[in-house]
């Protein structure tokens, strides 16, 4: 393979591509630190020894590695020119062979290009809003395309200021149309430019090199990265908040900070406005004005989001459910605490189902996560909470109450220990393996296993959604492989894999080593759980689950586990999805948010955004009436009285939001949670069914008996 020759060579290369960069920055270039060499050979060489993926350190590796620190750097195609790409291509066959040096150079280089490019176009767009002289044209009839994927890198530097003019008359356009003045929406602008400029020239060697090591590790799989010192120092309290703040999994989009996941019992998921895939734009502090974020480091945003116990922070977010492509924020207080298992731990109700001639008193298991306080454990606290403790309490309450079927309710669960999942599993199932676990060298394991009588035999239905994952689809896949549970929803995560993190010589490096299979053989990896009866998604399947990450590992099989499978249930599917499939037409509520969901997708696909003041507008006034409509539909088809106009629907809508006072008894499930309803209905079907079945065995039975007794 080529080879670079010498180090000089590419200081050579370095000082050219500096020479001949637009940039006009006096900030001094990043250098590499003499000991990441080393460093940077250990972690090549964990990678390609203990990772569970092998991979041919080749060529095409080394071209993969270059696309994939170039999309890390640019992913919006907002500042590389295609002549900067086409200098980065003489890395394409030789970033392998320079990984097994050591070697980090071109890692810097392209990221010092990046540096000097994003300084001279931010200090371009500051300087042209402090033009007096300069003024937007908001009639113009013009869209801007900021999907990176759907345009080309720019051919010049004219064509990077065409599109960087069109992209702040968007920033604009947004501003003003949350009721920001002109004046004051330019000088926010000014000041999100400042900061990421600031942010830019504040990056160490230490960013550089963790970010281009993690553009190799992201090859591997997305869940295998490494930590610098400082990112290790910090992991637990910036990626979870599980200190004061507010109890949320945050992540880097774009430029923007993305809520991962809300963690069980946190003050976001107790507050209840912070949704999962929402983008926070601004934090603000108790009695302070709000920060523009946008472009931020995820450790400096959250910086600003903790802080004392007990005080508020404030989030302006672009909300991840109804109209995701709108222009529209909204604003979120909570009040910064500790994560609480005890205030989310597993919860039940009972939801009465009335169906046709049919009455059934169903209980519902609310599972967040599964938890288990492993410190009170190993002291031998007879009182440790754990999920499977939790649980089984409340299968004995419910029993008591004499319920007809239990729904165990997994939406949104992102999963916990697996000892947990191992243990739930055996209340409802009785002896036999859980989950097969197998490792680099292929070797399977099976200790993972049932093995007490099951505490509860009755109906049961379990619900999962696009956010349930790991220990959440061990379980599922382990009720629907025994054929004791329906499952019911949409597909899950598909989060199938084991992780491990070990120390280096500076910093963490968290490695995927194992994989998780069910006892079918199939694997919960990629393609996660797969319902029994789907449910529309509330969570759009093109942007998360783990099929959507690059470099995901692949769903495969392994040799099934023997176990018992009652195929009570599977003839029964096919009547339960026609019954489903015709009340999802007829029932007010689901059909509803049926029709809630169609419609944001169909505007989350506009690619092209218009330009056009009025256009835009129109825009945000078209979503308000769609939904008004689909709401007074709702009403109507349900016999309420529908809202005499749009002012009316909204401040109804203020209204309810503010009610979180209202005790679980009162709220209407069918309105709120028409998912939950259809679930009950599904299982009240279950329930109908199999007693039928049961009394057509019986008198089946009797009718042979007396059969051989008249024979006889």
């Known amino acids: 393979m080529p080879r670079v020759i010498a180090t000089i060579f590419l200081s050579i290369i370095t000082s050219a591509l500096l ?40 060529d095409a590796l080394s071209q993969r590695y270059l696309e994939q620190y170039i999309d890390q750097l640019d992913p919006l ?79 010049s530097e004219q064509e990077a200021q065409i599109f960087w003019k069109k992209r702040l008359k968007d920033s604009m356009i947004r501003l003003l149309l949350n009721d920001k003045p002109e004046a ?32 190799l590790a992201s090859l591997y799989d997305p869940h295998t990265a490494y930590f610098s010192p400082r990112t290790t120092e910090n992991f637990q309290i910036n990626m979870s908040l599980s200190l004061e703040g507010i109890g949320a999994e945050l992540n880097m989009e774009d430029e923007y900070t993305r809520v991962a996941r809300i963690i069980p019992g946190g003050p976001a998921d107790l507050q209840g406005a912070l949704k999962a895939s929402d983008k926070i734009v601004g934090v603000g502090q108790e009695n302070e004005d709000i920060v523009d974020v946008v472009g931020w480091r995820i450790d400096d945003v959250v910086a600003l989001i903790r802080g004392a116990k007990d005080s508020v922070v404030t989030l302006e977010v672009i909300p991840s459910n109804g109209n995701t492509s709108s222009d529209s924020t909204k604003l979120i207080s909570i009040v910064r605490d500790r994560v609480k298992l005890e205030d989310k731990s597993a919860q039940s109700k009972i939801l009465e189902i009335e169906h046709g001639q049919h009455s059934y008193k169903l209980g519902v298991i609310d599972i967040p996560a599964f938890y288990m306080d492993f410190e009170a454990y190993r002291a031998r606290d007879p009182n440790y909470k754990s999920t499977t403790r939790d649980v089984a309490k409340l299968v004995e309450e419910l029993n008591q109450q004499q319920v007809d079927g239990i729904v165990l309710d997994l939406r949104n669960n992102g999963g916990g220990s697996l000892f947990e999942a191992t243990a739930l599993t055996d209340l409802f199932i009785g002896y036999g393996p859980v989950v097969q676990i197998r490792d680099a060298n292929k070797r399977v394991y099976r200790n993972q296993r049932a093995t007490m009588p099951a505490v509860y035999d009755g109906a049961l239905l379990v619900m999962i959604n696009r956010l349930s994952a790991s220990a959440s689809e061990i379980f599922a896949g382990a009720m629907q492989d025994y054929g004791r549970a329906l499952i019911v929803g949409s597909q899950s995560y598909g989060k199938g894999t084991v992780q491990d993190v070990t120390g280096l010589s500076s910093g963490q490096l968290k490695l995927t080593t194992a994989k998780f299979y069910r006892v079918s053989g199939d694997s919960t990896q990629h393609r996660g759980v797969l319902p029994d009866i789907a449910f529309p998604s509330a969570y759009d399947p093109d942007e998360v ?162 059969q051989k007794q008249k024979a006889s």
Request: a negative charge.
């Open 19 to 58: 020479l001949t960069s637009a940039a006009s920055s006096s900030v001094a270039p990043i250098e590499q630190q003499s000991e990441q060499t080393s460093l940077y050979r250990e972690i090549f060489d964990r990678l390609a020894t203990r990772h569970y993926r092998g991979q041919e350190i080749d």
């Open 77 to 155: 195609k907002s500042y590389f020119l295609q002549s900067d790409i086409n200098e980065f291509q003489q890395w394409q066959t030789k970033l392998d062979d320079l990984a097994k040096r050591g070697d980090v150079s071109p890692g810097f280089i392209m990221f010092n290009r990046l540096r000097d490019r994003v300084t001279v176009q931010l200090e371009s767009n500051v300087a042209l809003l402090k033009d007096p002289e300069f003024s937007f044209d908001f009639t113009v009839d013009e869209n801007i395309v900021l999907d990176g994927d759907k345009r080309n890198w720019f051919a």
């Open 184 to 215: 004051e929406a330019r000088e926010l602008l000014i000041k999100r430019f400042q900061n990421q400029i600031k942010q830019f020239a504040q990056r160490d060697s230490q960013d550089v090199f963790q970010l281009y090591v993690n553009a």
């Open 545 to 706: 689950g783990e099929d959507q990450q690059d470099h995901a590992l692949p769903w495969d099989r392994i040799h099934s586990v023997p176990h018992t499978n009652t195929a009570a249930l599977r003839p029964l599917v096919t009547a339960l999805t026609e019954a489903h499939n015709q009340r999802s037409v007829t029932d007010p509520d689901f059909a509803h948010m049926v029709s809630q969901l169609e419609l944001s997708k169909a505007w989350e696909n506009q690619s092209a955004i218009s330009l056009n003041m009025e256009k835009r507008r129109l825009r945000s006034k078209s979503w308000d009436e769609q939904v008004f409509k689909l709401e007074n539909k709702r009403r109507q088809n349900k016999g309420l009285t529908v809202y005499a106009d749009i002012e009316a629907w909204k401040k109804s809508s203020d209204t309810d939001d503010d009610s979180s006072e209202t005790e679980p008894e009162q709220v209407n499930i069918a309105e709120t949670d028409p998912m939950l309803q259809e679930a009950g209905r599904i299982l009240g079907d279950q329930i109908r069914l199999q007693a039928e079945a049961a009394k057509q065995r019986f008198n089946t039975e009797r009718l042979v008996q007396v």
